[in-house]
T-cell receptor, first 115, second 113 residues
């Protein structure tokens, strides 16, 4: 079955430091991969997505992610974190089954930014 | 477009009562999703529709939950009877196609006491 694992429940990063959030997926075919961000009390906003082509994907707010098929990973990175980046981050895979397709989410990683 | 609109934003109800959550997707979107978010289980896909037809409802926890999409601009998620363990934030999302960006509403925080 398709699944997404985000190994880190909570990460704290100093403002200005670099960030990497890990995501591993389980899917038999070439996956469609997404990163979403959720601010407190809000819905989810798409940061970036990977469908095919260049394995390094650029997104909004200075984020990027790299698809590594050999590692079944799609880690999110940012070179310099801002205090406003504090939020919860979700990795998702577009999964297809006999009934159709839908987004399956990981359990999320909460990012705290210290000054 | 105002985005995906969910109502109510907050709902507090007593155990055993019927609860109806509402969603208005973005105009022109063909797919609609209902998710439930809890601390323990994260974001769970409950059901999704394509062109108003339910495609996969395997995530619906039990028969107490039902969802409808009578037309392209409206969907409901109903819980009858509600139980305390149903307390969660329920999100509706829509997209042009499942493989494109899903736009999320701000969610309905349901508390069953």
């Amino acid at each position: 079955a398709q699944s997404v694992t985000q190994p880190d429940i909570h990460i704290t990063v100093s403002e200005g430091a670099s960030l990497e959030l890990r995501c591993n997926y389980s899917y038999g075919a070439t996956p469609y991969l997404f990163w979403y961000v959720q601010s407190p009390g809000q819905g989810l906003q798409l940061l970036l997505k990977y469908f095919s082509g260049d394995t390094l994907v650029q997104g909004i707010k200075g984020f990027e992610a790299e698809f590594k098929r050999s590692q079944s990973s799609f880690n999110l990175r940012k070179p310099s974190v801002h205090w406003s980046d504090a939020a919860e981050y979700f990795c998702a895979v577009g999964a297809q089954n006999q009934a159709g397709t839908a987004l399956i989410f990981g359990k999320g990683t909460t990012l705290s930014v210290s000054s | 477009d105002a985005g995906v609109i969910q109502s109510p934003r907050h709902e507090v109800t007593e155990m055993g009562q019927e609860v109806t959550l509402r969603c208005k997707p973005i105009s022109g979107h063909n797919s609609l999703f209902w998710y439930r978010q809890t601390m323990m289980r994260g974001l769970e896909l409950l059901i999704y529709f394509n062109n108003n037809v339910p495609i996969d409802d395997s995530g619906m926890p039990e028969d107490r939950f039902s969802a409808k999409m009578p037309n392209a601009s409206f969907s409901t998620l109903k819980i009858q009877p509600s139980e305390p363990r149903d307390s969660a934030v329920y999100f509706c999302a829509s997209s042009w196609d499942w493989s494109t960006e899903a736009f999320f509403g701000q969610g309905t925080r349901l508390t069953v006491v």
